[in-house]
């Protein structure tokens, strides 16, 4: 009944890597634009990447050069790979999909229309 599933998520040392996967029901996988957004307590939500259907990705500048998003079409996955992760990147991370707002190959979208329940990524430095 989950429509996006995340998982991947753990505690790791700053400078460490992690992947997160979301897999993704037929009806959410189809959507033109998907994504990965997070949020710290106290903090406001950020979409930090998003992937479109013939694979061009856009990323926030906070996250630009160290995460790589992509998907498996075949397993109907959404991946992202988070490399020398640095404790700012603490947050509960969601695989989300309907991207929402003005987007382009350098700007990611501002919202997503649907999201998974979270997985949590603790950076220590």
């Known amino acids: 009944q989950e429509q996006l599933k995340e998982s991947g998520g753990g505690s790791v040392q700053a400078g460490e890597s992690l992947r997160l996967s979301c897999v993704a029901s037929e009806y959410m996988y189809d959507m033109y634009c998907m994504g990965w957004a997070r949020q710290a307590p106290g903090k406001e939500r950020e979409v930090i990447a998003a992937i479109v259907r013939d694979g061009g990705a856009m990323y926030a500048d906070s996250v630009k050069g160290r995460f790589t998003i992509s998907k498996d079409n075949a397993k109907r996955t959404l991946y992202l790979q988070m490399n020398n992760l640095k404790p700012e990147d603490t947050a509960l991370y969601y695989c989300?999909?309907?991207?929402?707002?003005?987007?382009?190959?350098?700007?990611?979208?501002?919202?997503?229309?649907?999201w998974g329940e979270g997985t949590q990524v603790t950076v220590s430095s």
């Open positions: 989300a999909a309907d991207c929402w707002g003005e987007y382009s190959e350098n700007v990611p979208p501002k919202d997503f229309g649907d």
